[in-house]
Protein backbone atom coordinates (compact mmCIF):
# COMPACT_ATOMS: atom_id res chain seq x y z
CA UNK A 1 0.00 0.00 0.00
CA UNK A 2 1.26 3.48 -0.72
CA UNK A 3 2.77 6.04 1.64
CA UNK A 4 0.29 8.29 0.62
CA UNK A 5 -2.05 6.51 1.60
CA UNK A 6 -4.64 9.10 3.58
CA UNK A 7 -3.60 9.31 7.87
CA UNK A 8 -5.46 7.41 10.36
CA UNK A 9 -5.31 7.78 14.08
CA UNK A 10 -6.12 5.83 16.39
CA UNK A 11 -7.70 6.08 19.79
CA UNK A 12 -5.81 4.63 22.39
CA UNK A 13 -8.45 4.32 25.86
CA UNK A 14 -6.37 3.08 29.00
CA UNK A 15 -6.76 2.28 32.66
CA UNK A 16 -4.58 0.09 34.63
CA UNK A 17 -3.94 -2.16 31.56
CA UNK A 18 -0.03 -3.01 32.29
CA UNK A 19 -0.87 -6.68 32.16
CA UNK A 20 -1.67 -6.75 28.02
CA UNK A 21 -1.12 -3.57 26.58
CA UNK A 22 2.37 -3.77 25.10
CA UNK A 23 1.06 -6.90 22.94
CA UNK A 24 -1.80 -4.46 22.10
CA UNK A 25 0.45 -1.19 20.98
CA UNK A 26 3.05 -3.72 19.33
CA UNK A 27 0.40 -5.27 17.15
CA UNK A 28 -1.15 -1.77 16.00
CA UNK A 29 2.46 -1.04 15.65
CA UNK A 30 2.78 -4.28 13.07
CA UNK A 31 -0.09 -3.45 11.06
CA UNK A 32 0.31 -3.40 7.22
CA UNK A 33 -1.16 -0.01 6.56
CA UNK A 34 1.65 2.45 6.16
CA UNK A 35 0.36 5.79 8.03
CA UNK A 36 -1.05 5.52 11.09
CA UNK A 37 -0.15 6.75 14.45
CA UNK A 38 -1.96 6.41 18.05
CA UNK A 39 -3.03 8.57 20.24
CA UNK A 40 -3.44 7.41 23.87
CA UNK A 41 -5.21 8.53 27.14
CA UNK A 42 -5.03 7.41 30.04
CA UNK A 43 -7.80 8.03 32.74
CA UNK A 44 -5.60 7.94 36.26
CA UNK A 45 -4.26 4.42 36.19
CA UNK A 46 -2.38 2.83 39.53
CA UNK A 47 -0.34 0.16 37.92
CA UNK A 48 2.56 1.05 34.93
CA UNK A 49 0.31 1.81 32.15
CA UNK A 50 1.13 5.40 32.21
CA UNK A 51 4.52 4.31 32.44
CA UNK A 52 4.43 1.77 29.13
CA UNK A 53 2.77 4.16 27.19
CA UNK A 54 5.44 6.67 27.74
CA UNK A 55 8.17 4.68 27.17
CA UNK A 56 6.45 4.09 23.84
CA UNK A 57 5.57 7.39 22.96
CA UNK A 58 9.31 8.27 23.46
CA UNK A 59 10.22 5.25 21.55
CA UNK A 60 7.88 5.81 18.60
CA UNK A 61 7.47 9.95 18.53
CA UNK A 62 5.94 10.04 15.26
CA UNK A 63 3.88 7.01 15.94
CA UNK A 64 2.68 7.70 18.90
CA UNK A 65 1.42 10.69 20.89
CA UNK A 66 0.24 10.58 24.72
CA UNK A 67 -1.72 12.88 25.85
CA UNK A 68 -1.62 14.65 28.99
CA UNK A 69 -2.45 13.45 32.42
CA UNK A 70 -5.86 14.95 33.84
CA UNK A 71 -7.93 14.17 36.71
CA UNK A 72 -9.74 10.45 36.39
CA UNK A 73 -12.65 10.66 33.86
CA UNK A 74 -14.15 8.02 35.36
CA UNK A 75 -15.43 5.98 32.16
CA UNK A 76 -14.54 4.23 29.14
CA UNK A 77 -17.31 6.51 27.57
CA UNK A 78 -15.17 9.72 28.83
CA UNK A 79 -11.62 8.50 27.82
CA UNK A 80 -13.06 8.32 24.50
CA UNK A 81 -14.90 11.27 23.93
CA UNK A 82 -11.73 13.12 25.46
CA UNK A 83 -9.74 11.79 22.59
CA UNK A 84 -12.36 11.79 20.37
CA UNK A 85 -12.81 15.67 20.65
CA UNK A 86 -8.67 15.91 20.23
CA UNK A 87 -8.09 13.87 17.01
CA UNK A 88 -6.94 15.24 14.39
CA UNK A 89 -7.11 12.62 11.44
CA UNK A 90 -9.27 12.13 8.58
CA UNK A 91 -9.96 8.74 9.71
CA UNK A 92 -10.09 7.82 13.11
CA UNK A 93 -9.94 3.67 14.67
CA UNK A 94 -10.68 2.89 18.45
CA UNK A 95 -8.24 0.17 20.39
CA UNK A 96 -9.32 -1.41 23.37
CA UNK A 97 -6.27 -1.79 25.58
CA UNK A 98 -6.40 -5.52 25.93
CA UNK A 99 -6.61 -6.76 22.65
CA UNK A 100 -4.40 -8.02 19.27
CA UNK A 101 -5.37 -6.61 16.13
CA UNK A 102 -4.09 -9.14 13.15
CA UNK A 103 -2.07 -7.28 10.59
CA UNK A 104 -4.27 -6.35 8.18
CA UNK A 105 -7.02 -5.09 10.59
CA UNK A 106 -6.67 -1.27 9.45
CA UNK A 107 -6.22 -1.98 5.86
CA UNK A 108 -9.07 -4.21 5.38
CA UNK A 109 -11.29 -1.10 6.93
CA UNK A 110 -9.70 1.37 4.91
CA UNK A 111 -10.56 -0.29 1.94
CA UNK A 112 -14.26 -1.03 3.14
CA UNK A 113 -14.22 3.01 3.80
CA UNK A 114 -13.00 3.82 -0.02
CA UNK A 115 -16.35 1.89 -1.42
CA UNK A 116 -18.57 3.08 1.07
CA UNK A 117 -17.53 6.50 0.16
CA UNK A 118 -17.31 5.93 -3.20
CA UNK A 119 -21.18 4.92 -2.86
CA UNK A 120 -21.68 7.73 -0.52
CA UNK A 121 -19.33 10.46 -1.24
CA UNK A 122 -16.76 11.64 1.63
CA UNK A 123 -18.91 14.39 3.02
CA UNK A 124 -21.32 11.83 4.72
CA UNK A 125 -20.81 10.32 7.79
CA UNK A 126 -19.87 6.90 8.03
CA UNK A 127 -18.95 3.82 9.94
CA UNK A 128 -16.91 0.83 8.91
CA UNK A 129 -16.82 -2.11 11.10
CA UNK A 130 -15.81 -6.19 11.58
CA UNK A 131 -15.95 -9.13 13.20
CA UNK A 132 -13.74 -10.25 16.25
CA UNK A 133 -12.31 -13.72 17.14
CA UNK A 134 -12.65 -14.51 21.10
CA UNK A 135 -9.20 -15.51 22.46
CA UNK A 136 -8.54 -16.47 25.95
CA UNK A 137 -5.58 -14.95 28.32
CA UNK A 138 -2.77 -16.53 25.46
CA UNK A 139 -4.55 -15.72 22.37
CA UNK A 140 -5.90 -19.38 22.22
CA UNK A 141 -9.43 -19.36 20.65
CA UNK A 142 -12.61 -19.68 22.34
CA UNK A 143 -15.11 -18.65 19.35
CA UNK A 144 -14.08 -17.93 15.90
CA UNK A 145 -16.29 -15.75 14.95
CA UNK A 146 -18.01 -13.45 18.48
CA UNK A 147 -20.86 -12.28 15.86
CA UNK A 148 -22.04 -15.92 15.34
CA UNK A 149 -21.18 -16.83 19.03
CA UNK A 150 -23.74 -14.20 20.62
CA UNK A 151 -26.36 -14.28 17.78
CA UNK A 152 -24.92 -10.95 16.02
CA UNK A 153 -26.94 -10.13 13.28
CA UNK A 154 -24.37 -7.02 11.99
CA UNK A 155 -26.71 -6.33 8.84
CA UNK A 156 -28.82 -4.70 11.66
CA UNK A 157 -26.79 -1.22 11.29
CA UNK A 158 -28.53 -0.75 8.35
CA UNK A 159 -32.08 -0.56 9.54
CA UNK A 160 -32.64 1.84 12.29
CA UNK A 161 -36.02 -0.23 13.99
CA UNK A 162 -33.66 -2.91 14.22
CA UNK A 163 -30.21 -0.76 15.94
CA UNK A 164 -32.65 1.18 18.72
CA UNK A 165 -32.90 -0.92 21.33
CA UNK A 166 -29.50 -2.83 20.58
CA UNK A 167 -25.82 -2.68 19.19
CA UNK A 168 -23.79 -4.76 17.32
CA UNK A 169 -20.85 -2.71 16.47
CA UNK A 170 -17.85 -3.50 18.70
CA UNK A 171 -15.96 0.00 19.19
CA UNK A 172 -12.63 -2.13 18.65
CA UNK A 173 -13.45 -3.26 15.19
CA UNK A 174 -14.94 0.35 13.88
CA UNK A 175 -13.61 2.77 11.34
CA UNK A 176 -15.06 6.23 11.21
CA UNK A 177 -14.72 9.23 9.12
CA UNK A 178 -13.90 13.09 9.26
CA UNK A 179 -17.49 13.97 8.84
CA UNK A 180 -18.78 10.85 11.11
CA UNK A 181 -16.47 11.87 14.11
CA UNK A 182 -17.32 15.64 13.83
CA UNK A 183 -20.68 14.43 14.27
CA UNK A 184 -20.39 11.62 16.97
CA UNK A 185 -18.07 14.04 19.25
CA UNK A 186 -21.39 15.49 20.14
CA UNK A 187 -22.33 12.58 22.44
CA UNK A 188 -24.52 13.54 25.11
CA UNK A 189 -24.74 12.00 28.52
CA UNK A 190 -27.57 9.69 27.85
CA UNK A 191 -25.05 7.74 24.57
CA UNK A 192 -24.97 4.25 26.45
CA UNK A 193 -21.18 4.24 24.92
CA UNK A 194 -19.35 5.79 22.17
CA UNK A 195 -19.59 2.52 19.77
CA UNK A 196 -23.60 2.51 20.32
CA UNK A 197 -23.99 5.76 19.73
CA UNK A 198 -21.80 5.97 16.42
CA UNK A 199 -23.57 3.04 15.25
CA UNK A 200 -27.16 4.85 16.07
CA UNK A 201 -25.71 7.40 14.21
CA UNK A 202 -25.03 5.70 10.84
CA UNK A 203 -28.19 4.23 10.76
CA UNK A 204 -29.78 7.46 11.14
CA UNK A 205 -27.70 9.75 9.36
CA UNK A 206 -25.17 8.25 7.39
CA UNK A 207 -24.06 4.84 6.40
CA UNK A 208 -21.82 2.12 7.18
CA UNK A 209 -19.99 -0.95 5.70
CA UNK A 210 -19.51 -4.49 6.96
CA UNK A 211 -16.34 -6.50 7.16
CA UNK A 212 -17.37 -10.02 7.39
CA UNK A 213 -14.27 -10.93 8.75
CA UNK A 214 -12.40 -11.62 12.29
CA UNK A 215 -9.51 -8.53 12.62
CA UNK A 216 -9.20 -8.28 16.36
CA UNK A 217 -8.55 -11.37 18.77
CA UNK A 218 -10.77 -10.03 21.59
CA UNK A 219 -9.41 -11.31 24.77
CA UNK A 220 -11.67 -12.48 27.20
CA UNK A 221 -10.11 -12.03 31.11
CA UNK A 222 -10.88 -11.62 34.73
CA UNK A 223 -10.43 -7.87 34.38
CA UNK A 224 -12.81 -7.22 31.44
CA UNK A 225 -14.60 -4.19 31.62
CA UNK A 226 -17.37 -5.88 29.13
CA UNK A 227 -16.85 -9.10 27.93
CA UNK A 228 -18.47 -11.43 25.51
CA UNK A 229 -20.35 -14.43 27.92
CA UNK A 230 -22.41 -17.09 26.24
CA UNK A 231 -25.47 -17.50 27.96
CA UNK A 232 -25.27 -21.48 28.28
CA UNK A 233 -25.93 -23.96 30.61
CA UNK A 234 -23.27 -23.25 32.78
CA UNK A 235 -23.29 -21.25 36.06
CA UNK A 236 -21.98 -18.15 34.43
CA UNK A 237 -24.26 -18.86 32.02
CA UNK A 238 -27.91 -18.99 34.13
CA UNK A 239 -26.37 -15.99 35.78
CA UNK A 240 -26.22 -14.32 32.86
CA UNK A 241 -29.51 -14.68 32.13
CA UNK A 242 -30.86 -14.00 35.32
CA UNK A 243 -29.13 -10.58 35.48
CA UNK A 244 -30.36 -9.94 31.87
CA UNK A 245 -33.89 -10.40 32.72
CA UNK A 246 -34.01 -8.30 35.65
CA UNK A 247 -32.07 -5.72 33.49
CA UNK A 248 -34.67 -5.77 30.47
CA UNK A 249 -36.22 -2.51 31.95
CA UNK A 250 -33.47 -0.60 32.99
CA UNK A 251 -32.04 -1.15 29.13
CA UNK A 252 -35.09 -0.63 27.50
CA UNK A 253 -35.14 2.95 29.59
CA UNK A 254 -31.39 4.01 28.53
CA UNK A 255 -31.99 3.09 24.68
CA UNK A 256 -35.35 5.44 24.93
CA UNK A 257 -33.24 7.90 26.57
CA UNK A 258 -30.29 7.76 23.56
CA UNK A 259 -33.16 7.80 21.12
CA UNK A 260 -34.56 10.64 22.81
CA UNK A 261 -30.82 12.56 22.88
CA UNK A 262 -30.33 11.79 19.26
CA UNK A 263 -33.97 13.42 18.88
CA UNK A 264 -33.30 16.83 20.40
CA UNK A 265 -29.84 16.96 18.87
CA UNK A 266 -29.94 15.86 15.29
CA UNK A 267 -34.03 16.76 14.78
CA UNK A 268 -33.74 19.07 12.48
CA UNK A 269 -30.98 16.70 9.88
CA UNK A 270 -32.65 13.45 10.49
CA UNK A 271 -34.33 12.16 7.54
CA UNK A 272 -38.33 12.66 8.10
CA UNK A 273 -38.95 9.37 8.07
CA UNK A 274 -36.23 8.52 10.98
CA UNK A 275 -37.98 11.27 12.92
CA UNK A 276 -41.11 9.62 12.92
CA UNK A 277 -39.15 5.99 13.55
CA UNK A 278 -37.58 7.00 17.00
CA UNK A 279 -40.70 9.03 18.06
CA UNK A 280 -43.00 6.05 17.35
CA UNK A 281 -39.87 3.84 19.45
CA UNK A 282 -40.70 6.57 22.29
CA UNK A 283 -44.32 5.75 22.15
CA UNK A 284 -44.40 2.33 21.88
CA UNK A 285 -42.43 2.42 25.46
CA UNK A 286 -44.38 5.21 27.37
CA UNK A 287 -48.14 5.40 26.19
CA UNK A 288 -50.62 5.37 28.86
CA UNK A 289 -51.83 2.41 26.58
CA UNK A 290 -51.00 -1.20 26.56
CA UNK A 291 -52.28 -2.22 23.28
CA UNK A 292 -50.80 1.11 21.98
CA UNK A 293 -48.00 0.01 22.88
CA UNK A 294 -47.59 -3.76 21.52
CA UNK A 295 -49.32 -2.52 18.26
CA UNK A 296 -46.59 0.40 17.56
CA UNK A 297 -43.87 -2.00 18.24
CA UNK A 298 -45.50 -4.73 15.98
CA UNK A 299 -46.20 -1.73 13.26
CA UNK A 300 -42.89 -0.44 13.01
CA UNK A 301 -41.29 -3.84 13.50
CA UNK A 302 -38.87 -2.79 16.51
CA UNK A 303 -36.60 -5.65 17.04
CA UNK A 304 -33.96 -6.82 19.43
CA UNK A 305 -32.34 -9.99 17.52
CA UNK A 306 -34.45 -12.80 17.92
CA UNK A 307 -37.74 -13.83 18.78
CA UNK A 308 -37.15 -14.97 21.85
CA UNK A 309 -36.00 -11.37 22.98
CA UNK A 310 -39.10 -9.87 20.56
CA UNK A 311 -41.50 -11.99 22.53
CA UNK A 312 -40.00 -11.35 26.13
CA UNK A 313 -40.08 -7.09 25.20
CA UNK A 314 -43.43 -7.35 23.86
CA UNK A 315 -44.67 -9.00 27.20
CA UNK A 316 -42.71 -5.85 29.31
CA UNK A 317 -44.75 -3.28 27.01
CA UNK A 318 -47.64 -5.08 27.53
CA UNK A 319 -47.46 -5.24 31.34
CA UNK A 320 -45.83 -1.41 32.26
CA UNK A 321 -44.70 1.56 30.40
CA UNK A 322 -40.92 1.86 30.67
CA UNK A 323 -41.05 5.07 32.02
CA UNK A 324 -42.84 4.14 35.25
CA UNK A 325 -39.75 2.41 35.88
CA UNK A 326 -37.30 5.01 35.50
CA UNK A 327 -35.03 6.72 38.56
CA UNK A 328 -36.90 9.87 40.36
Known amino acids: MSTHAPHIEILLATYNGERYLREQIDSILAQDYPTLRILASD ?30 MGSAKANYLRLMKEATAGYICFADQDDVWLPNKVSASMRAMEDLEAQHGTSQPLLVFTDLRVVDEQLKTINRSMWRELDIDPRSVHRLKQLIGRSVVTGCTAMINRPMLEL ?27 VPEQTVLYRQHDSNVVGAVRPDGSAAGIAYRAARRDGRRAERLRSERQAEALLKLHSSILPERNVILLRAY ?20 FSRGNLLKDLLTLFDLALSRSDEHSEG
Not at 43 to 71: C, N, V, W
Not at 184 to 210: N, V, Y
Not at 288 to 299: F, G, Y
Open 184 to 210: ARQMPEEATMHDRWIGLLAAALGAAAI
Open 282 to 301: LRSGRSESALERVATALQYG
Open 43 to 72: DGSSDHTLEILSKYADQFPSKIRLMEKQGP
